[in-house]
């Protein structure tokens, strides 16, 4: 099982792109976006309610999704407009050209 940082790294591991291992040190790269700007393959980064630095990493899949891992439940989809995702949206990244 992965948890959402190794997931992102084994992702795009995949299509020849190397990610640092933390979800904090991934979203120290690439090209910052905006969330209503947001295309398929950015990487999307989330705080945790009473957390003070990033925690979570996921791959925005388009249309208001991302691909998201954890080591519970896997890897699902998860709205990034939900009540439980939108107020941890901290930032996005564009890694892909």
Partial sequence: MFD???F???AFQAVGISLPRTSSA???IGKPVSSNSLQK???VFLIPIKMEVINHVGIYAGNGQMLNAS???GVSYANINSSYWEPRFVKAVRVLN
């Fill in 26 to 28: 991934q979203s120290q």
């Fill in 41 to 43: 393959g950015d990487l």
């Fill in 71 to 73: 080591t519970s439940k």
């Fill in 4 to 6: 959402c940082s190794s």
């Fill in 8 to 10: 992102t790294l084994k």
